[in-house]
């Protein structure tokens, strides 16, 4: 009888919580939008700061292939860096959000793999974008403005 009714007491529990996964799904959408946008701002600033150094790379007959390779190749860095970051900072407190959440696993394989996929197209588009920008800039223009 006692575990008839624990049974009971556990599906109530697990139907009342079932909409709440729809209620923080916004919360959730705006806080990778939030944090896909640093990404790319984190990015652009960092090509910001270097614009002199590659305006100099593209006077010294350095293609503009090549500085778009290094902002990738540095950029896949950086990014690769903060995906391990994450996923530690994920791990390491995924018992305590798991504690404080009912039903919610924190080791989901999938839903890693996507949000890391989700994090590295960002950063490579952001990547890309700015480096095609900075390749196409005039080295005099760059070496005349400061």
């Known amino acids: 009888m006692a575990q ?5 007491i556990q599906d109530q529990f697990a139907r009342a919580f079932e909409g709440a996964a729809w209620h923080g799904r ?9 944090s896909a946008a640093g990404i790319g701002g ?4 960092t090509v910001s700061q270097r614009t002199k150094e590659l305006g100099i ?3 010294l007959r350095s ?5 778009v390779a290094l902002l990738l190749r540095q950029g896949f860095a950086v990014t690769a860096g903060g995906l391990v970051l ?4 994920a791990l390491a407190l995924g018992g305590y959000v798991e504690s404080l959440l009912y039903g919610v696993e924190t080791t989901d394989l999938a839903t890693f793999v996507a949000v890391m996929s989700a994090f590295a197209a960002v950063a490579f588009v952001a990547v890309l974008v700015l480096a095609r920008r900075v390749a196409k800039i005039d080295p005099r223009e760059v070496l005349t403005s400061e």
Do not use: N, W
């Open 4 to 8: 008839r009714e624990t049974e009971r």
């Open 26 to 34: 916004p919360v959730l959408d705006l806080l990778s939008h939030i």
């Open 42 to 45: 984190v990015i652009a600033f």
């Open 57 to 59: 790379r593209l006077a």
């Open 63 to 67: 293609s503009r292939k090549a500085v």
């Open 86 to 89: 994450g996923v530690v900072g």
